[in-house]
């Protein structure tokens, strides 16, 4: 649309696709949360030693904090967006020469 206005059928389809990607956001995290446990415990009942598991976290919760900035810190792009875009592309927008 050349308003940027969306139909209840995109705002739908937007709507499902963010809370699909929050679930599996959560679903991430409790996985982290139980394996790194786990890993602990292991830890712990083994050694006691040098802290190995925290390679593990680092490295997923990296990862996990890239799912999390996706998911809660990244805006969709709009229609709108995609328009300015264009137009810049052209030379009849913002920033054009």
Do not use: C
């Amino acid at each position: 649309m050349a308003d940027g206005m969306m139909t209840d059928e995109q705002l739908r389809e937007a709507a499902v696709k963010r809370i699909k990607k929050r679930k599996d956001f959560y679903g991430h995290l409790v996985a982290y949360v139980i394996v790194n446990v786990f890993l602990v415990l292991v830890w712990y009942l083994t050694s006691r030693g040098y802290f190995w598991p925290m390679w593990v976290m680092i490295g997923w919760g990296i990862g996990l904090a890239f799912n999390a900035w996706d998911v809660f810190g990244r805006k969709e792009v709009s229609e709108a967006d995609v328009q300015a875009e264009m137009e810049k592309l052209r030379g009849r927008g913002p920033g054009a020469s």
